[in-house]
């Protein structure tokens, strides 16, 4: 069971003009209590951040895989991997994102989907975010074509035996004979249907989103470019307000020039910053592997040998900053983007994404630099700086 945990001196992320310090009391996993607190020896675990900014626990709704480990690895240990070390970055949940062979037992998806909702020692397991497999070959980035097949109810139905309710989110692309009928089958299913991966032209977008399409997977990459005559999906995308998009906030994937021009446009209501982690996050540059193809990871940013973008090396409390830095944003702002934002996003506003008392003590302390001195994941300390 779960021990009481009192934060004492810490500043709220989105009352810092104010100045003022409040204590934070965990009771089975659950805030209770907001202000100022009387200490007693009731308290079991007393956590003084010393003036440092608290901050709700990021949600990571696009990781593939992080500290040497991959969920196509398909292991318990590997997920535990990528747990811990989304939780070294302030991430206090994921969606664990993987693609689906429809010729293999995908045996990764299983293990996935078993270990939702169990301790996993860091950051929880939300559910199952596949990427594919009725997307498009010729935006297909780092998926291999064995990922990849047209849209079918069969298949859908296979997926769905397997991942059960906890596929929360599928990418697909809507142009292709049958992808409106199984974004359908999706949002009657309770599954996120999430543009990407996709040709699909401006009318071809829009009958998507008819469908139900309601989100974007890592808006602008792996898609049609915007042309003044042919303004493919991305129009579509800005018009339709109810849709909000991933960005990859690391500089290379989007260029700062366009992540403060996005900004602007759509508003920070409508954008989660993700990671699309690879097994090189929170590892030093080097040569990785992914699904057999060879990868390096420089600087933060994984690329193939021809230069094709793979993802990310950075932690998602890394990307936070950068997106401040890009779009002239505030902190809170910011933060919104990797906590609100996904939690409004996976219909889990009620419980996580802001700071409140009722709601699961998934929290982060931010050090004076705003690197991540601690985590905290239903109440329990899964990473301090030492």
């Not at 951040?49 to 040497?68: K, L, S, T, Y």
């Not at 049958?178 to 999430?194: E, K, N, P, Q, T």
């Not at 008392?357 to 998934?362: C, H, I, L, M």
């Amino acid at each position: 069971m779960t021990k009481n945990l009192l934060i004492t001196n810490c500043r709220l992320f989105n009352s810092l003009q104010n100045g003022k310090s409040v204590e934070i009391l965990v009771k089975g996993g659950t805030i209770t209590q907001i202000g100022k607190i009387k200490k007693n020896s009731a308290y079991e675990n007393i956590l003084d951040a010393q003036n440092r900014v608290i901050a709700p626990g990021f949600i990571d709704v696009h990781i593939q895989g992080a500290g040497g480990a991959s969920v196509l690895d398909g292991t318990i240990e590997s997920l535990q991997t990528i747990s811990q070390t989304c939780a070294r970055f302030g991430t206090t949940s994921f969606l664990a994102t993987t693609v689906f062979k429809p010729n293999m037992r995908n045996r990764w998806l299983a293990v996935a989907a078993e270990a939702v909702g169990t301790d996993i020692g860091g950051a929880h397991l939300l559910g199952v975010h596949l990427e594919g497999p009725f997307i498009s070959l010729e935006k297909k980035g780092m998926i291999l074509p064995e990922c990849i097949c047209a849209p079918s109810l069969r298949v859908f139905n296979k997926i769905q035996s397997i991942a059960g309710t906890n596929l929360k989110m599928m990418t697909i692309a809507p142009e292709f004979n049958g992808s409106l009928d199984i974004i359908r089958d999706l949002v009657d299913s309770g599954i996120i249907a999430s543009f990407g991966h996709s040709n699909a032209s401006y009318n071809e977008t829009l009958k998507g989103i008819d469908a139900g399409i309601s989100h974007v997977t890592h808006l602008f990459n792996a898609m049609r470019s915007f042309h003044h005559r042919t303004p493919g999906p991305l129009l579509a995308i800005f018009e339709t307000e109810k849709i909000s998009v991933q960005i990859i906030p690391d500089g290379v994937h989007l260029h700062p020039g366009v992540l403060k021009f996005l900004f602007k446009i759509i508003g920070g209501d409508r954008c989660i910053a993700i990671t699309d982690g690879m097994q090189s996050t929170g590892l030093p540059d080097g040569i990785y592997f992914y699904d057999g193809l060879e990868y390096e990871s420089k600087d933060g940013t994984t690329r193939c040998h021809d230069g094709t973008l793979m993802g990310a090396s950075l932690g998602l409390s890394q990307l936070v900053l950068k997106l401040k830095e890009f779009t002239n944003t505030s902190l809170d702002v910011a933060i919104k983007t990797v906590t609100e934002n996904p939690a409004k996003l996976l219909g889990i506003e009620n419980r996580k994404g802001s700071i409140a008392v009722g709601k699961d003590a998934d929290l982060v302390i931010l050090d004076h630099d705003y690197s991540v001195w601690a985590t905290v994941v239903g109440g329990k300390i899964v990473f301090q700086k030492s």
